[in-house]
């Protein structure tokens, strides 16, 4: 049975099958025409701002204004799917040289950076980063590499192009396929311990985010559900592009997706009172780590021509759990972790009670729209709104507490104010109505 979601009959028939309705009960979040057009105008200004000199900076705080390989990947994702809607010739060019630029740092085994920062003696002295030339490398990534060669071929442009990047994609394909035989057919990183790097090494990178049962870690290597639907992505993208160019290499790597798919979906899917839904991870024993997170929904993000590494018949259940209240609440967001799921992070940066991340909610929402579920999308990527308008700016994330949003602060450190994938997020889904509105201007005067 071909095991893709591509078409409303069969979306609807998996909707029937459900026993609780996955809409109707919440309204979309609004914002006038003239807020959304403005706020849309200021996130644009904003990535012209962190996208310039061959780099996309993490955000508008000097704090982050150097690289970041996930950030960069994710942050030309929006930007690409939002030039379908604007035409934006000088954000396209711009966004493209980053992309094509931060390859420069590939490492020597394949692997794209978590981190890269001009020298300075100040940071040189943590244990955090190691020189590479003129740079500060951090390589604590599990994710950067498959985002990597996801998002690239969105800007390759002409054959030429595309000849000129293939070592480097061959070469980060080779990283994935040697971690993957390392780690037990899993994509997975180990505690980093030793050199004072990332403990946790997937989006949720801070220190406690994994532990789930007790204050202790599960044994490494980890195995976290969304990293595989990545791999599982950038090997059907690059199988495809390499069906007349190497077909050995495309047969290779498209039965390497296949098998992954197959173990993914006998490993990864457990059932609880409220019904099927994905491990956030497998620890090194090859056991479950059952927290209740966001992470499964980021799956559907990782979807491909229609299909996703989650098996059709599996992914009503999961859009139905990440629908539920246990996770999306409409003047928010996606929580990072479930209402009842208990987490270990007194400060509540990535997990804890109601911590929301924005470009969370975007990805999910752009894998339901993609996948068939376009009402459920369509309410999840607006559910920010309200958030990045009681802030005034684009946030990293914030916390639902007493009725109030409040912001990252243990102290020492908050979050960002303006966070670049928070505003690519935003300029991709307030562009999808604005776009919207455009074309039922031009057929209301008769244009075509």
């Known amino acids: 049975m071909d095991d893709k979601i591509n078409n409303v009959v069969m979306v609807e028939g998996d909707r029937q099958a459900l026993s609780d309705p996955l809409y109707d009960a919440i309204e979309p979040v609004q914002m006038t025409p003239e807020e959304l057009f403005d706020l849309n105008s200021q996130a644009r200004s904003h990535l012209l701002n962190v996208i310039n000199e061959g ?41 493209k040289r980053a992309v094509l630029n931060f390859w420069e740092y590939q490492l020597s085994n394949g692997q794209a950076p978590h981190e890269i920062k001009p020298f300075n ?12 030339g003129d740079n500060l490398v951090n390589d604590d990534s599990v994710d950067a590499t498959s985002l990597a060669l996801i998002v690239t071929p969105m800007f390759i442009e002409t054959e030429e192009e595309l000849e000129q990047f293939i070592p480097k994609a061959n070469r980060a394909l080779d990283w994935i396929i040697q971690n993957m035989e390392t780690y ?46 990545y791999a599982w992505k950038a090997l059907r993208v690059w199988s495809d592009i390499f069906v007349q160019r190497d077909p050995q290499r495309s047969k290779d790597l498209r039965e390497k997706a296949d098998d992954l798919k197959r173990r993914f979906n006998e490993k990864f899917i457990f059932e609880d009172e409220r019904g099927l839904y994905l491990a956030h991870g497998l620890d090194g024993a090859g056991s479950q780590i059952r927290s209740i997170s966001i992470n499964p929904g980021l799956c559907l993000w990782g979807n491909y ?9 599996f992914i009503p259940f ?35 009670k ?46 639902r507490r007493n009725g109030l949003y409040v912001l990252f602060n243990n102290g020492r450190e908050e979050s960002c104010r303006d966070q670049t994938w928070t505003t690519a997020g935003f300029y991709w889904e307030s562009s999808m109505d604005l776009g919207l509105s455009k074309e039922k201007v031009l057929v209301s005067n008769g244009s075509s």
């Not at 955000?59 to 930007?79: C, L, M, Q, W």
């Not at 003696?121 to 590479?132: L, M, P």
């Not at 539920?324 to 997990?351: L, N, P, V």
């Open 121 to 132: 003696k100040k940071d040189a002295r943590k244990r955090f980063y190691y020189r590479n």
């Open 55 to 95: 780099s996309i900076f993490a955000s508008e705080d000097p704090r982050f204004h150097h690289k970041f390989g996930r950030d960069t990947f994710i942050n030309s994702y929006f930007i690409a799917e939002t030039v379908r809607y604007f035409p934006d010739p000088e954000l396209w060019h711009r966004t």
């Open 305 to 313: 021509k229609g299909e996703s590494i989650i098996k059709s018949e």
């Open 354 to 399: 109601d911590v929301f991340w924005p470009v969370t909610s975007y990805m999910i929402a752009d894998g339901l729209i993609k996948l068939g579920f376009v009402q459920e999308g369509e309410k999840v990527r607006r559910a920010p709104r309200t958030a990045i308008k009681f802030f005034g700016s684009f946030i990293e994330q914030f916390r």
């Open 184 to 229: 037990n057919g899993w994509l997975s990183y180990k505690y980093n311990h030793k050199n004072g790097g990332l403990t946790n090494q997937g989006w949720m990178d801070s220190k406690d985010s994994i532990k789930w049962r007790s204050n202790r870690f599960p044994p490494d290597p980890i195995s976290l559900v969304e990293v595989q639907a």
């Open 318 to 352: 999961i859009v139905r759990r990440i629908m539920s209240g246990e996770f999306f609440d409409e003047t928010a967001g996606i929580r990072t972790f479930g209402k009842d799921q208990r987490t270990f992070d007194k400060e509540a940066y990535h997990s804890g």
